[in-house]
């Protein structure tokens, strides 16, 4: 899992000292964990804001509450704190956030993330596109966002029916259906 050294927990202790608020804490995560725009964070964690599947890693003057569908993607990561002229800065480095890792146990929305992002998204990075997952809408539905040349085009269903639909229904049976939010009014970017 994740290691803050010496001079992160330090920083963190000061930084959690000046909240004035008992027994805060942090919480680590990652916001589109296994996708190319996969974000380290560390947030403020007030007692309560924790969540029940975060495991706990217990430091001298605080505690870490990380967030357990990160944990594949925090291994070998590293939070450190370098002292410079300006004051410092506190760094994430997570080698492994950005790549994608399915098991039995993966959300529906890992898997849908995960064929846009490996599958998907290359063959639309052509014509300067991508596409996106918005949310899974009841249970079954996965809701898209086209962008990039893909907004705007003329051909963007024919994409999104014969292409991308095609490519999750057939890979993930638990979909029922795809559709797109995208506002295509906007054509300034579109391939065609």
Known sequence: MINITESAQAY????????EVEGISVRIFI????????????SFCR???????????????FKAFVEEKSI???EDAVVDFQKDS???QLTIKAPNSR?????DDSTL???????????????LAA????????EIFEESVAILRFGGGCQGCGMVDVTLKDGVEKTLLSQIPQLTEVRDVTDHSITENAYY
């Open 31 to 42: 916001l589109d964990a296994g996708t190319p725009r996969a974000e380290t964070c560390i």
């Open 109 to 123: 929305e890992d898997r849908v993330n995960y064929v846009l992002y490996n599958e998907v998204n290359p063959g």
């Open 72 to 74: 594949p993607f925090l």
């Open 86 to 88: 300006m004051g410092g």
């Open 127 to 134: 014509h300067g596109g991508h596409v996106s997952l918005e």
């Open 12 to 19: 963190l202790t000061d930084l959690l000292k000046k909240q």
């Open 99 to 103: 790549l994608p890792k399915l098991t």
């Open 47 to 61: 007692p309560g804001e924790e969540k029940g599947d975060d495991k706990v890693k217990e430091y001298d003057s």
